[in-house]
């Protein structure tokens, strides 16, 4: 891209140098404070346009910036996906935007526009190479690429702070602003990073939806930079101004108003891990549970009283989530004597099943049924499937126990994931009996 000085604003001459008071003597009388004076503003608004201007420096931090963000999804690293918003380019160009639109310059505003959406360009392509590279090490389950490919309240708060504090930082000081800079880079490169990881691996969930938080995230971090630049009282001067200005806050609230209003959060889609409407390929069968049916004579022989199982627990599909839990109850009766009743209390044997996810190599853990998001189990790993399940939106749900990482949680996860044995013919639960001495 061939970016030129021809393409900065239209703004009244600057004050010549001679007549401009010292640097140091400016700092002291306050630089804080935006000229309202038409020179004053006039050299003020050439000086940030010219410093906002794109540089070669944007698009090669952007390819070191994407390539350590597609190593640490790779990695599923934490550590390495903050290295790399470190390694981000300074995003002064984003300023310039915001500055072009307020001006009225629009072949300014799309230079720097088109800067901007080039290095993010950039680092969506590196990402989808990254996507690539861990096919071969599929099926596995990244934490990262997942979290970061949905919208968060608490990111949204953070780029709004960021935002506000770069704009008030590049107008009122000559320093370069990193620190809000990097703030702004994480909201902006870090899901499109993933987005493109998605791509390239093949993973549900993750592309389209980091391209989408992405959009989210620029429109909402433009908004704030717009009313901070209001209220610093840089504003339109010109109808060319205004229309830009209205017209970049428009395009701003109709992206967050479609975008948001999809509730694409931290609420995935009853799919993730698996399609619900796949054909069912697993089936569990339980068996009979043997009674006695002799009545007691007066010997030592017992009688074995069970109580009625509950109604199957089939889904509408056909499928038997795990055996329901029978509490069995012996009681022996005796002829009178001195000896006490045994009251014998047989506990139910745990049912065990693994996760065998078709898509995204493991499936959310949720602490209600579509609800809060806990943990990812990874395919292979095994959960105590409890006897009760829940249907949401034609979607069954089952209540399940795990352990990861050496923590014991309790949450529900799609039934569909779960791969139950099927029990042997005759099969009994094999708990070691509890004795209760009764007088």
């Given at each position: ?126 990402g989808m190479l990254s996507g690539f590279a861990a096919r071969p090490f599929l099926p596995r389950t990244f934490n990262e ?295």
């Amino acid at each position: 891209m061939n970016f030129n000085d021809s393409s900065l604003p239209s703004i009244e001459p600057e004050t010549p140098r001679e007549n401009r008071p010292p640097r140091a003597r400016r700092r002291r009388r306050g630089q804080l404070m935006v000229p309202q004076d038409a020179a004053g503003r006039a050299a003020l608004l050439s000086s940030l346009a010219r410093r906002a201007y794109p540089s070669y420096e944007l698009f090669v931090y952007a390819v070191l910036c994407g390539a350590i963000l597609g190593l640490g999804f790779i990695l599923d690293s934490q550590a390495l996906l903050l290295f790399g918003i470190l390694l981000a380019p300074l995003l002064t160009p984003w300023i310039g935007f915001l500055l072009a639109a307020v001006t009225g310059s629009a072949r300014f505003l799309f230079e720097t526009l088109m800067a901007v959406l080039v290095s993010a360009a950039l680092v969506l392509v590196i990402g989808m190479l990254s996507g690539f590279a861990a096919r071969p090490f599929l099926p596995r389950t990244f934490n990262e690429a997942y979290v970061h490919s949905h919208l968060w309240w608490p990111d949204l708060v953070i780029i709004a702070v960021g935002a506000i504090i770069l704009t008030i930082s590049f107008v009122r000081s000559e320093e370069k602003p990193f620190l809000p800079s990097v703030v702004l880079a994480y909201g902006f490169f870090i899901p499109l990073s993933a987005a493109g990881f998605g791509l390239g691996s093949g993973i549900a969930d993750i592309w389209p939806n980091g391209v989408l938080i992405f959009l989210v995230h620029f429109a909402w971090a433009g908004m704030f930079g717009l009313i901070t630049l209001i209220a610093m009282r840089i504003m339109p001067t010109n109808a060319q101004g205004f229309l830009l200005s209205a017209g970049t806050t428009l395009i701003f609230v109709i992206l967050l108003l479609n975008l948001m209003a999809g509730g694409n959060g931290n609420q995935a889609s009853a799919s993730e891990g698996a399609d619900p409407t796949a054909p069912p390929t697993l089936t569990v069968n339980l068996p009979p549970v043997s009674q006695a049916g002799t009545q007691p004579r007066p010997s030592s022989t017992p009688v074995i009283e069970t109580a009625t199982p509950n109604s199957s627990p089939l889904s509408t599909e056909g499928i038997l989530l795990s055996p329901t839990a029978v509490p069995l109850t012996l009681e022996i009766t005796l002829p009178p004597t001195d000896t006490p009743t045994v009251t014998l209390t047989i506990e139910p044997t745990p049912v065990y099943a693994r996760i065998m996810a078709d898509k995204g190599g493991g499936a959310f853990l949720r602490k209600d049924p579509n609800g809060k998001y806990l943990a990812t189990l990874d395919n292979f790993s095994i959960v105590e499937v409890l006897p009760d399940t829940q249907e949401v939106n034609g979607v069954t749900w089952a209540h399940v126990i795990a352990i990861k990482n050496g923590v014991r949680m309790e949450g529900w996860i799609l039934q569909i994931v779960l791969q139950v044995a099927t029990p042997v013919p005759n099969w009994q639960p094999s708990a070691t009996p509890s004795l209760t001495p009764t007088p």
